[in-house]
């Protein structure tokens, strides 16, 4: 069994910033991708950012400038700083890896719970 947590989400203000952490544990022989997901109320989920082993990152255009992420490979973790925050980025925020089990197994994707991030206007 693998798990995600996430921490670090709350109600801010627009301008504000925050860090969300996610941190990953279980069965895991190794960690393809980690990212950042997040779905408002009425929408779809949508990608925010992910990062590679090699730490190669992508963002979503509306975040691009504002947010980073990155990764503890020793700690199975990720994060995402989020600055500038606006009351569209209003969401509950997914962490996502891509986790191999074992050496030959295939990547399978987990996820968390999700943590609420409110930005007030």
């Known amino acids: 069994q693998v798990q995600l947590v996430e921490s670090g989400g709350g109600l801010v203000q627009a301008g504000g910033s925050l860090r969300l952490s996610c941190a990953a544990s279980?069965?895991?022989?190794?960690?393809?991708?980690m990212g950042w997901y997040r779905q408002a109320p009425g929408k779809q989920r949508e990608r925010v950012a992910t990062i590679s082993t090699g730490d190669s990152t992508n963002y979503a255009d509306s975040v691009k400038g504002r947010f980073t992420i990155s990764r503890d490979n020793a700690k199975n973790s990720v994060f995402l700083q989020m600055n500038s925050l606006k009351p569209e980025d209003t969401a509950v925020y997914y962490c996502?890896?891509?986790?191999?089990?074992?050496?030959?197994?295939?990547?399978?994707?987990?996820w968390g719970q999700g943590t609420q991030v409110t930005v007030s206007s």
């Open positions: 279980g069965s895991i022989f190794s960690i393809v991708t």
């Open positions: 996502k890896a891509v986790i191999r089990i074992t050496y030959v197994s295939r990547p399978v994707d987990a």
